[in-house]
Nanobody
Framework: QVQVAESGGGLVQAGDSLKLSCVVSGRTFSSYALGWFRQAPGKERECVAAINWSGGNTNYTASVRGRFTIYRDNAKTTLYLQMDNLKPEDTAVYFC?????????????????WGQGTQVDVSA
C-alpha cells in the first residue's frame, strides 16, 4: 500500500510564494511518476504539474507555467511544488498523486494513489 501526505498549504496574498511538500511511503518511490492536482469549488480537478520518475521530464498546465516548479527528491521520497507569484485564481485544494508507471501523464485517471489534499488560499 502507498501512503501519500501533503503539507505546506495556507493563506497568502497575491504575488506571494508557497511551497507544497508531499511525502510518499510504502513502495519504490523512484520508480513512479508523480503529479500535483488542484480542485477549486465548483470546478473539476485539474493537473497542475507532473514529473517523471527521474525528475528529468516535467509538464505544466498553461495557467501556471513559468510560475510553478515541480521537483522531486527521490532520496527523501518527497515531491515538491514551488509556487511563485500566486494569484487568487490559484485558490484550491491541492492534491499529490502517484502513478504506478515511470512516465508522466496529466490525466487524473492515470494515477492510483492520492493524498488528502492541502488548502491554498490566495487573497487579492
Amino acid at each position: 500500500q502507498v501512503q501519500v501526505a501533503e503539507s505546506g498549504g495556507g493563506l497568502v496574498q497575491a504575488g506571494d510564494s508557497l511551497k507544497l511538500s508531499c511525502v510518499v511511503s510504502g513502495r519504490t518511490f523512484s520508480s513512479y511518476a508523480l503529479g500535483w492536482f488542484r480542485q477549486a469549488p465548483g470546478k473539476e480537478r485539474e493537473c497542475v504539474a507532473a514529473i517523471n520518475w527521474s525528475g528529468g521530464n516535467t509538464n505544466y498546465t498553461a495557467s501556471v507555467r513559468g510560475r510553478f516548479t515541480i521537483y522531486r527528491d527521490n532520496a527523501k521520497t518527497t515531491l515538491y511544488l514551488q509556487m511563485d507569484n500566486l494569484k487568487p485564481e490559484d485558490t484550491a485544494v491541492y492534491f499529490c498523486a502517484v502513478r504506478l508507471n515511470p512516465a508522466l501523464k496529466m490525466d487524473a485517471d492515470k494515477y492510483s494513489y492520492w493524498g488528502q489534499g492541502t488548502q491554498v488560499d490566495v487573497s487579492a
